[in-house]
């Protein structure tokens, strides 16, 4: 175990609110742990470390992902904190790894709770926009993003003041079970109104046959993500190849009507 100075702890407190701003966002990719944990690894001064435990749980988290109303994971809490065990804890990067799994459902919690939160700054915002003051407007969506970032950052912050692995282990399992049944209860439902209200916005008649195709093929065959997405790239290049809506094969037809007609006028 080794102490963290002022200056590493005031810059994991930054890397770790950078994180949780970029897990809203979905923009940047600071969150993504291949990036927070390298850049976790280089303020603790163990790049290398940090790299290697972030391209393990970039694996874990590759197909986490925030779809309409179901919320993914946190995967920034999750690499932040479980970096911090390995580099300044001591720990095994086996320990960590395993800590990240329920590190990420605590984020999540953390993330719906703070979102929630933030409704009323939305409301707040509505109000100045009402009024025209958009300087207002962009601080309240200033201050929510904050709110993200302190949501991972205060964490982190405390595991590097404590850096003990026993007492994360401790919190997690001082949790009632009635709590994290309910949770998981909860985040099942949040996951099906959420690809709900995406279908709902996307649709399309013609292509719900290809739709329904994929629960099926999830739903009876033991494919990952990877390749359930690799079928879905391949089936859509064989639909624009072999559809006439993106083939034009009547159109093309009528120009060579018209080029045949001109060249028999031409000879004529």
Not at 62 to 80: C, E, K, Q, V, Y
Not at 162 to 181: E, L
Request: hydrophobic share 55%; with cysteine.
């Amino acid at each position: 175990m080794t102490q963290m100075t002022l200056l590493q702890i005031a810059l994991v407190f930054i890397v770790s609110c950078i994180a949780g701003i970029g897990s809203v966002l979905d923009e940047f990719q600071f969150h993504r742990p291949i990036v927070a944990c390298t850049l976790i690894g280089a303020v603790l001064g163990d790049m290398k470390t940090g790299i290697i435990l972030g391209g393990t749980l970039e694996m874990i988290a590759l197909g986490w992902m925030n779809i309409g109303a179901a919320i993914a994971p946190d995967a920034a809490l999750a690499s932040i904190i479980s970096t911090i065990l390995v580099i300044s804890g001591g720990q095994s990067k086996g320990a960590a790894i395993a800590l990240a799994i329920p590190l990420a459902a605590a984020g999540q919690v953390l993330t719906i709770i703070i979102r929630t939160i933030t409704v009323a700054f939305q409301h707040a915002a509505d109000k100045a926009a009402e009024k025209g003051n958009l300087n207002i407007v962009s601080w309240v969506h200033i201050l929510a993003l904050l709110l993200q970032g302190i949501r991972v950052a205060i964490p982190s912050l405390i595991i590097a003041l404590s850096v003990n692995i026993s007492i994360v282990h401790d919190f997690f399992n001082s949790i009632p079970k009635v709590i994290t049944n309910g949770l998981n209860i909860a985040g099942g439902i949040i996951v099906v109104v959420g690809y709900a209200m995406v279908i709902n916005m996307m649709r399309t008649g013609y292509l719900m046959p290809f739709f329904y195709l994929g629960f099926v093929i999830a739903a009876f065959a033991n494919f990952n993500l990877i390749a359930l997405g690799i079928i879905g790239i391949i089936m859509a290049m064989l639909y624009i190849q072999l559809s006439p809506k993106y083939n034009n094969i009547d159109n093309l037809s009528k120009n060579n009507n018209l080029a045949n007609n001109y060249c028999d006028n031409e000879l004529d």
